[in-house]
């Protein structure tokens, strides 16, 4: 059996599949992840550091499993250079959970929070927040169909907190730089965190699901200010009470074990690669290719303000969308896999997390030149 597997995955990292091409990931959620960290996954569902038992049937409580969740702090806190004036936790829930996590532990009812909308996911967060407190949208994208970044607004001081989603998976936009305030900035980081350098000083909170670019779906990951707990003056379930999850190392109930042990794994490599450093180059030269390509293509176009486009995700569109499905099929021929665009805005998207290797968007920059040739 594990040979098996072994021989599958070597066929995999060996960049051959049973047709003999190699897949290029554009998923942008669930999402690529290291080669090595799968085949590491997979070894530990057979026999976990040859301990004779799967890390899938090992107790939550077991030493064991202990080191691999204080290993997966340890190297959160080190890559983002995270103080000990915060708490890391492992939640279950998904990023759309700390939609109303956030307000509920962080906003009273009479007080306020300010919020930019950038898009579905901050649009998500704002209704839930209704719920808990008085919510104010200082700044929108909206009028401009979500294609870039707001800025230049002023943040209210009485605000408890500001809102924002760093990067906008569905639209591409991303900030390049963070509001100025001196307010707390709670931001949802689900599709940019670890992908390049971060001032945690800056934030209240940070949330962020794994299945973009920490490890597979399942666990979301919350680094919060201790201080800013308690104060929201409400009974909090203590399943969604992050003091409780704090105090319990996010062990209040059984956590979700095999996405915290992949999301470690893959944290590991991130380390070794060289950092958040290493990874904000490699996602630059990727996204400059990327970006390059579609803007030397006459067929093709990119609707984001060219200052807040997204080095996670780039989306773009044909000019002529009855050209869609042939596109489509080039890219499968080349193994070009997920960049249909998400449901609700069409066209595409290419997702370029950091275990994709520049080879990749390569090799879907040379689809569209071909691209071009064909049909232009
Ligand atoms: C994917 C995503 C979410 C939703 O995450 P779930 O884990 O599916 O709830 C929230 N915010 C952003 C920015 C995302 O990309």
């Keep these: 059996m594990l040979s098996h597997i072994c021989i599958l995955l070597q066929l995999r990292e060996s960049n051959a599949t049973f047709t ?29 550091n ?16 202990l080191a691999v969740l204080s290993e997966a702090e340890a190297l959160i806190r080190e890559i983002l250079g995270i103080s000990d004036e915060y708490g890391v936790l492992f939640l279950s829930g998904g990023g759309s959970s700390q939609f109303y996590m956030t307000a509920m532990n962080l906003l009273g009812s009479n007080e306020k929070a300010a919020f930019v909308d950038t898009g579905v996911w901050s649009s998500n967060a704002i209704k839930e927040a209704k719920a808990f ?29 500001l809102h924002i989603t760093s990067n906008n998976t569905i639209r591409g936009t991303q900030y390049h730089r963070y509001p100025e305030t001196t307010i707390p900035i709670v931001s949802d980081a689900s599709s940019d965190i670890f992908s390049r350098p971060l001032d945690i000083s800056k934030f209240g909170l940070i949330y962020a699901s794994a299945q973009k670019n920490v ?40 956590p979700p074990v095999f996405p915290i042990y992949v999301s470690m794994l893959n944290l590991r490599w991130v380390k070794a690669q060289g950092g958040l450093s290493a990874m904000a180059k490699k996602n630059a030269q990727k996204a400059a290719l990327m970006y390059a390509a579609i803007d030397r293509n006459p067929l093709f176009m990119n609707p984001v303000e060219k200052e807040d486009r997204s080095i996670m995700n780039a989306v773009f569109r044909l000019k002529d969308e009855s ?14 896999s997920g960049v249909k665009g998400h449901r609700s805005v069409g066209g595409f998207r290419a997702s370029m997390y950091n275990a994709m290797d520049l080879e990749s968007v390569q090799v879907l920059a040379s689809v569209m030149d071909e691209f071009a040739q064909q049909y232009g």
């Excluded at 080669?35 to 026999?47: G, H, L, N, S, T």
């Excluded at 899938?56 to 499993?65: D, G, Y």
């Excluded at 919350?222 to 992050?242: C, F, Q, S, W």
């Excluded at 099929?329 to 080349?334: G, N, S, T």
């Design 50 to 65: 040859g301990i004779g038992l799967s890390i899938l049937e090992i107790s939550h409580r077991s030493k064991e499993f």
């Design 323 to 336: 050209l869609e499905a042939p596109f489509l099929k080039l890219c499968a021929q080349a193994g070009c």
């Design 20 to 48: 003999n091409m190699k897949i290029h990931n554009f998923s942008s959620g669930p999402a690529i992840l290291p080669a090595e960290v799968m085949r590491q996954a997979a070894e530990a569902c057979i026999d976990f």
């Design 215 to 254: 490890g597979p779906a399942g666990v979301t990951l919350v680094i919060v200010k201790k201080e800013l707990l308690g104060k929201a003056n409400r009974h909090i379930p203590t399943m969604l009470d992050y003091r409780v999850q704090i105090e319990k190392e996010s062990s209040f109930n059984t």
């Design 133 to 161: 407190g008085q919510v104010e949208v200082i700044a929108s994208s909206k009028d401009k169909n979500y294609t870039y970044i707001p800025k230049g607004f002023e943040v209210p001081k009485d605000a408890k907190y």
